[in-house]
């Protein structure tokens, strides 16, 4: 039989379709980026400055003494009402929460989380929590776009990729970062690496890229940022750097669910948390006021080493605190920016012993070695902190460095800060992911073929004294009549069929609309046939017009691909000699 031609990517006649929803998904995305930003900054003036604007203001600057403690107090009583009487998905910093409706929600989002997941994060920003845009816009545009999904006959694959097309388009708007936003997606939220989910994302990603000055009115990196080409010496310092970020993650992640624990201690409902880790969060304002709000105006210093290096220290520790204990209360907010500013802090500390290299590389190697280590995502913090500065002489010291300190977390923890939280909720969140065998192989390459077939015209007492009679091979056998398969038949059909007429021919039983597999299909799509319809095994017929049975294909067949699969995960061996001639 000659091989069939088969296409890189399975057949999709919906892509076009699903692509033009997510170029709309850029736009609402860009919007949505728009009003999160425009509600950060109205309770940031309305908290600290007792004014109604949106303009751009730093909390650290207010003059409000101890008072400040208050603030943050009243931003967490307000989001636990929220979340208790309006929606407990606000909770949380977005990102687990998107990933558990993609994976076990079939991506659908209500409406009350899109309106309420930008306020509820506005309010506890505004207020000072030491929180980023990010986890929030993920949060909003995902379900604006599983809103706008829900209306259309689609289904759960196609809504996951018009969620996450929503999410990423939100994120491009808010950082300006588009390509980071698509790996994102590609490590985190999608699960896959399709065209049908890779497409809508980018496009959605572009679209919101495009629109960032207009609706933004952001052009440009957000932190722009030059250092000096990469000497060669600097590779020891990244590894050494990458180890720092390493330890530092994971000592951020265990430390927030021991927190979170302890707060789960409290004899209290959940609702007062978020005020409880707000007085916390009040204090650590007073003590550090840099430590407060988005804090994007300290990053930048941060990487233009414009802090003294007791200041940073001291940023550091009250970040990290504040950030953890108001997190672990339940309250809204995201993780990128925080983690931003504590890597690019340790940067900071490092880059006063690190050699190899001048001391303004390390807080952004830091930075994104940290947000690469802390969510598991090395790629997207590598290229994030591209986008963020523009700094291409960093790119090789932030791979590598992010590199490291995800290779840390992933030997040192089971989960990640953000698979964590799910596991939590009783779900196992897998994240690795490959071509699976049965998309590698088609049905030709595993059917039977040397295929007993039953006459249609044969009654069912004879095919009880043959086919399944005493010396059965077969559990069933394909019905043809000549060539052209009727059907399938197997013993127990038989019987039936024999118990109430004896002399009734085997067609009888077979169904109107015979059920079959051709010799091209992938091995998953018939392996998925075989779930949908009860069965434990298909003829393969040439063609779905002449319907000449050429074999057989059942889950025996299927499941041998999975030892293919172990012989090239798990066997280990040593080529005691290599040939010279290359192998057919």
Same mark, same amino acid.
């Given at each position: 039989?000659?091989?069939?031609?088969?296409?890189?990517?399975?057949?999709?006649?919906?892509? *076009?379709?699903?692509?033009?929803?997510?170029?709309? +998904?850029?736009?609402?995305?860009?919007?949505?980026?728009?009003?999160?930003?425009?509600?950060?900054?109205?309770?940031?003036?309305?908290?600290?400055?007792?004014?109604?604007?949106?303009?751009?203001?730093?909390?650290?600057?207010?003059?409000?003494?101890?008072?400040?403690?208050?603030?943050?107090?009243?931003?967490? *009583?307000?989001?636990?009402?929220?979340?208790?009487?309006?929606?407990?998905?606000?909770?949380?910093?977005?990102?687990?929460?998107?990933?558990?409706?993609?994976?076990?929600?079939?991506?659908?989002?209500?409406?009350?989380?899109?309106?309420?997941?930008?306020?509820?994060?506005?309010? /506890?920003?505004?207020?000072?929590?030491?929180?980023?845009?990010?986890?929030?816009?993920?949060?909003?545009?995902?379900?604006?776009?599983?809103?706008?999904?829900?209306?259309?006959?689609?289904?759960?694959?196609?809504?996951?990729?018009?969620?996450?097309?929503?999410?990423?388009?939100?994120?491009?708007?808010?950082?300006?970062?588009?390509?980071?936003?698509?790996?994102?997606?590609?490590?985190?939220?999608?699960?896959?690496? @399709?065209?049908?989910?890779?497409?809508?994302?980018?496009?959605?990603?572009?679209?919101?890229?495009?629109?960032?000055? $207009?609706?933004?009115?952001?052009?440009?990196?957000?932190?722009?940022?030059?250092?000096?080409?990469?000497?060669?010496?600097?590779?020891?310092?990244?590894?050494?750097?990458?180890?720092?970020?390493?330890?530092?993650?994971?000592?951020?992640?265990?430390?927030?669910?021991?927190?979170?624990?302890?707060?789960?201690?409290?004899?209290?409902?959940?609702?007062?948390?978020?005020?409880?880790?707000? %007085?916390? /969060?009040?204090?650590?304002?007073?003590?550090?006021?840099?430590?407060?709000?988005?804090?994007?105006?300290?990053?930048?210093?941060?990487?233009?080493?414009?802090?003294?290096?007791?200041?940073?220290?001291?940023?550091?520790?009250?970040?990290?605190?504040?950030?953890?204990?108001?997190?672990?209360?339940?309250?809204?907010?995201?993780?990128?920016?925080?983690?931003?500013?504590?890597?690019?802090?340790?940067?900071?500390?490092?880059?006063?012993? %690190?050699?190899?290299?001048?001391?303004?590389?390390?807080?952004?190697?830091?930075?994104?070695?940290?947000?690469?280590?802390?969510?598991?995502?090395? $790629?997207?913090?590598?290229?994030?902190?591209?986008?963020?500065?523009? &700094?291409?002489?960093?790119?090789?010291?932030?791979?590598?460095?992010?590199?490291?300190?995800?290779?840390?977390?992933?030997?040192?923890?089971? @989960?990640?800060?953000?698979?964590?939280?799910?596991?939590?909720?009783?779900?196992?969140?897998?994240?690795?992911?490959?071509?699976?065998?049965?998309?590698?192989?088609?049905?030709?390459?595993?059917?039977?073929?040397?295929?007993?077939?039953? !006459?249609?015209?044969?009654?069912?007492?004879?095919?009880?004294?043959?086919?399944?009679?005493?010396?059965?091979?077969?559990?069933? #056998?394909?019905?043809?009549?000549?060539?052209? *398969?009727?059907?399938?038949?197997?013993?127990?059909?038989?019987?039936?069929? #024999?118990?109430?007429?004896?002399?009734?021919?085997?067609?009888?039983?077979?169904?109107?609309?015979?059920?079959?597999?051709?010799? &091209?299909?992938?091995? @998953?799509?018939?392996?998925? @046939?075989?779930?949908?319809?009860? *069965?434990?095994?298909?003829?393969?017929?040439? !063609?779905?017009?002449?319907?000449? /049975?050429?074999?057989?294909?059942?889950?025996?067949?299927?499941?041998? +691909?999975?030892?293919?699969?172990?012989?090239?995960?798990?066997?280990?061996?040593?080529?005691?000699?290599?040939?010279?001639?290359?192998?057919?």
């Amino acid at each position: 039989m000659p091989t069939p031609l088969r296409g890189d990517f399975a057949p999709n006649t919906r892509l *076009l379709r699903i692509t033009l929803i997510a170029a709309v +998904l850029g736009v609402l995305g860009a919007v949505a980026a728009r009003v999160l930003l425009d509600l950060i900054h109205l309770f940031t003036n309305l908290f600290f400055f007792q004014t109604v604007s949106t303009a751009d203001r730093s909390p650290a600057s207010h003059t409000l003494g101890a008072a400040v403690i208050a603030l943050p107090v009243i931003g967490g *009583l307000i989001v636990g009402l929220m979340a208790r009487y309006g929606s407990d998905k606000i909770r949380g910093h977005g990102i687990p929460e998107a990933i558990e409706a993609i994976l076990f929600g079939k991506s659908r989002m209500s409406p009350k989380v899109a309106v309420l997941k930008p306020l509820s994060s506005g309010i /506890v920003i505004g207020s000072g929590g030491p929180f980023g845009a990010e986890g929030p816009i993920i949060m909003t545009g995902g379900a604006i776009g599983s809103l706008l999904a829900q209306h259309f006959h689609l289904s759960a694959a196609e809504r996951k990729a018009l969620l996450v097309s929503g999410a990423t388009a939100g994120m491009t708007a808010v950082f300006g970062t588009p390509v980071a936003a698509v790996l994102l997606a590609v490590e985190l939220l999608l699960f896959e690496l @399709r065209p049908r989910s890779l497409l809508p994302v980018a496009v959605a990603c572009a679209v919101a890229g495009f629109l960032r000055p $207009l609706l933004v009115g952001a052009s440009g990196p957000l932190f722009p940022l030059e250092t000096a080409p990469v000497e060669p010496l600097a590779i020891v310092s990244c590894v050494a750097a990458g180890l720092a970020c390493g330890a530092l993650s994971a000592t951020l992640s265990l430390s927030l669910y021991k927190v979170e624990d302890l707060f789960g201690k409290l004899p209290v409902h959940w609702m007062w948390w978020p005020a409880i880790g707000g %007085l916390v /969060v009040g204090i650590g304002g007073l003590l550090e006021p840099r430590a407060l709000g988005v804090g994007y105006d300290v990053i930048d210093d941060l990487l233009h080493n414009h802090l003294a290096l007791s200041a940073v220290v001291a940023l550091l520790a009250v970040k990290a605190a504040i950030w953890v204990i108001a997190l672990g209360s339940g309250t809204s907010g995201g993780v990128l920016a925080p983690l931003l500013m504590m890597g690019a802090g340790l940067g900071v500390v490092l880059g006063h012993v %690190l050699p190899g290299h001048e001391a303004a590389l390390w807080p952004l190697v830091c930075m994104a070695a940290t947000l690469g280590g802390t969510m598991r995502v090395p $790629l997207t913090a590598t290229v994030f902190a591209f986008g963020l500065t523009h &700094d291409a002489n960093a790119l090789l010291p932030t791979l590598c460095a992010s590199a490291v300190a995800y290779g840390f977390t992933v030997l040192t923890m089971r @989960r990640s800060i953000l698979t964590e939280k799910i596991a939590r909720r009783g779900h196992h969140i897998y994240r690795e992911y490959g071509v699976d065998p049965l998309e590698r192989h088609a049905v030709h390459e595993v059917m039977t073929r040397s295929v007993r077939s039953i !006459d249609a015209a044969m009654t069912a007492a004879q095919a009880m004294t043959g086919p399944f009679g005493p010396e059965q091979l077969h559990r069933a #056998h394909p019905v043809v009549k000549g060539s052209r *398969l009727v059907g399938i038949v197997d013993r127990a059909a038989v019987i039936e069929l #024999h118990d109430r007429v004896p002399h009734a021919v085997v067609a009888e039983a077979c169904a109107i609309s015979p059920e079959f597999a051709l010799p &091209d299909e992938t091995c @998953r799509a018939v392996a998925t @046939r075989l779930a949908r319809l009860q *069965l434990e095994r298909l003829p393969v017929v040439s !063609d779905a017009v002449s319907l000449t /049975v050429v074999g057989i294909v059942s889950r025996s067949d299927l499941i041998k +691909l999975s030892g293919v699969h172990f012989d090239e995960e798990d066997t280990c061996e040593r080529m005691r000699s290599v040939p010279w001639r290359d192998q057919p």
